[in-house]
C-alpha cells in the first residue's frame, strides 16, 4: 500500500464522521432555538411540558408567599393537598375553580357582568384592568395548562406539578381578591 492509498482509506474511513461532526457543529444554535420552541417532552415517565412552563409563570422571589403548613382543621386546604396526590388532574381543575370565582368576584366588584370571558382579560377597560395586569400572564398559562389537564388524554401530570400549581393559582387568588377589595 503507497501513500495515495494509505490517503484515500483514510479519507474514506473519515468522511462521515467529519461531516456528521461539522453538521453538528454548524447547526448547533438553530437546532437549539428549535428545541427551545418544542413544548413538549415525554420518555417514558418524565413529562417536561407542565413543569417549564409553571416555572416560567412562578412569580418573582419577592412575591412569593410560601404556603402555610397545611391546616387540617380547614377541609379546603386538605383537600387539595391530599387530592393533588391522589388525582393531580382533579386538583388542578379545583385550584381553577378558585382563580375563577375570584374573577367573578373581582369583575362584580367593578361593575362587570361575571360572566365575561376568562380570555378577555386583558382586554378590559385599563382602569379595571390595571390592578391585576402584573398577574394577568400567570393567570393566561395557568388557564392554558388547566386546559391541557383538562382536556388532554395522553397528559400525564405528577403530584408535584399540580401541587405547584395550586401554589402559583393561590397567589393569583390572592391577588385578584386583594384587588376586589380595594375596588370596594
Known amino acids: 500500500m503507497d501513500f495515495l492509498e494509505f490517503l484515500a482509506s483514510a479519507i474514506d474511513s473519515l468522511a462521515w464522521p467529519i461531516l456528521v461532526g461539522s453538521l453538528i457543529y454548524i447547526l448547533r444554535k438553530p437546532v437549539g432555538k428549535l428545541l427551545d420552541r418544542v413544548s413538549r417532552f415525554k420518555y417514558k415517565d418524565l413529562e417536561a411540558e407542565f413543569r417549564e412552563t409553571l416555572e416560567d409563570i412562578r412569580p418573582a422571589d419577592e412575591e412569593i408567599i410560601e404556603p402555610e403548613p397545611v391546616d ?109 377589595r380595594d375596588l370596594a
Open 72 to 180: 387540617t382543621t380547614n377541609p379546603e386546604t386538605v383537600s387539595l393537598s391530599e387530592l393533588a396526590e391522589v388525582s393531580p388532574r382533579a386538583a388542578i381543575m379545583e385550584a381553577w375553580i378558585k382563580i375563577e370565582k375570584a374573577t367573578e368576584n373581582y369583575l362584580v366588584s367593578s361593575g362587570l357582568e361575571k360572566k365575561y370571558s376568562y380570555q378577555g382579560l386583558r382586554r378590559l377597560p385599563s382602569n379595571i384592568r390595571s390592578p391585576i395586569e402584573h398577574i394577568l400572564t400567570q393567570y393566561q398559562e395557568l388557564r392554558l395548562l388547566r386546559n391541557k389537564a383538562a382536556h388532554a388524554s395522553d397528559f400525564d401530570l405528577d403530584s408535584s406539578s399540580a401541587r405547584e400549581f395550586i401554589r402559583i393559582s393561590g397567589y393569583v387568588v390572592r391577588e385578584i381578591e386583594g384587588a376586589a
